[in-house]
């Protein structure tokens, strides 16, 4: 099943890790499903790969060179970017398919003891873990790639020319650093307008470019985006995010009206707009905007894998949710509990909502400047 050899993976690890002298052990992090019946085949292909990578690695850890590679398996969260089990399982052999074999199938360590004892990670995983790695690796100083959802389709992303991802990153990144606002315009059909403006002001944006050269970061791999966290209003000023943001979901389109950077109604008479609508009243904390990102691998020729890992790096999307872990306010102590924490990107290309298109998106800067950035779904500064 692995598509890269074993001196692929130790050369995509020094690319992706530039090495420190301190670098002795990369942990393979991947969760197992709690419940049978929520099992799939690509998670089931998931687990497979993360067995036979870390097993190629182990074979050729001289090559990166490390110490030791580990394998660490863990009871599934239930949703992306929830926290962590207090422990995981250290794995010897393939990882089982259900969590109540994994006692037998390894021995429990605390999570803590592994993220003091790796330096290094890998987290090919069903749910998310990048919001509690990012939390993690600034306390221990390790290093993590986040690969929720990663597939074999995804390889060619893995080879992409990552100096040239990081140049056109950068490019935006500072420029959302910069800005006091975005106005993002979509289509819906091709002709009804919708508009938000997302307030930027008091936030740091970030460069997700593939690599991971600074101890205590953590992000996604594939990787290609800019992106913030618009203000949420915490220093007691109210946020200026506002507008109605469109959103496809099986072909049917729910309207959520924003105000002061929340969710607060959402607009619809199908399934998809009642059960938004029960989410958000369950769960206030889930209408949060949470980040607005701007990928760019789509230029470089990828496709869409139907996976939030690569598929958000093709474009515009904006999340809902947990803030925190990328500079926000929104954390786990907003939602009701530990199974309700999300961060949910909403991706606007076509293969993820063909009925909306973003007609166009203008920075205004503090000076009074403005710059459209993105034309008609392009980018206008490349």
């Not at 991971?212 to 970061?217: I, V």
């Amino acid at each position: 099943m692995t598509s890269l050899s074993g001196r692929d993976l130790a050369n995509l690890v020094k690319s992706v890790f530039p090495r420190f002298p301190e670098d002795r052990v990369l942990a393979v992090l991947v969760d197992v499903p709690r419940s049978p019946a929520d099992d799939n085949r690509e998670w089931k292909a998931r687990r497979s790969l993360a067995f036979e990578w870390s097993s190629a690695l182990k074979k050729n850890r001289a090559d990166v060179p490390l110490e030791d590679i580990r394998l660490y398996a863990y009871p599934d969260v239930g949703s992306n970017n929830a926290d962590l089990p207090a422990e995981a399982f250290l794995i010897d052999g393939p990882v089982p398919a259900e969590a109540s074999a994994l006692l037998g199938a390894g021995f429990p360590v605390l999570f803590a003891r592994v993220f003091d004892e790796a330096q290094l990670f890998l987290a090919p995983t069903e749910y998310s873990t990048t919001a509690p790695l990012k939390v993690a690796a600034k306390k221990h100083g390790f290093r993590a790639a986040t690969m929720p959802g990663f597939s074999m389709a995804m390889i060619p992303a893995l080879q992409v020319d990552y100096a040239e991802v990081a140049r056109r990153v950068e490019a935006i990144r500072s420029r959302l650093d910069e800005a006091a606002e975005a106005v993002v315009r979509f289509l819906l059909d091709g002709g009804l307008e919708y508009r938000v403006r997302f307030d930027l002001r008091f936030r740091s944006a970030h460069a997700s470019s593939g690599r991971f050269p600074d101890r205590g970061t953590a992000g996604n791999l594939p990787s290609g985006e800019a992106y913030i966290v618009p203000y949420e209003g915490e220093r007691g000023e109210p946020s200026r995010t506002e507008g109605v943001l469109p959103v496809e979901a099986g072909g049917e389109v729910v309207l959520f009206q924003i105000s002061a950077n929340k969710a607060v109604q959402v607009y619809g008479e199908g399934k998809a707009a009642a059960a938004e609508r029960e989410r958000l009243a369950r769960e206030p904390a889930y209408g949060n905007m949470a980040e607005l990102g701007f990928g760019v691998l789509a230029d470089f020729g990828l496709a869409p894998a139907g996976e939030i890992l690569l598929d958000e790096k093709l474009g515009l999307h904006v999340a809902f949710g947990r803030s925190e872990h990328f500079g926000g306010a929104v954390g786990p102590k907003d939602f009701s509990s530990p199974a309700e924490v999300v961060h949910l990107d909403r991706i606007y290309i076509p293969a993820a909502q063909p009925r909306i298109s973003v007609h166009s998106v203008v920075l205004s800067y503090p000076d009074g400047r403005r710059e459209e950035v993105m034309d008609n779904g392009a980018y206008t500064i490349f």
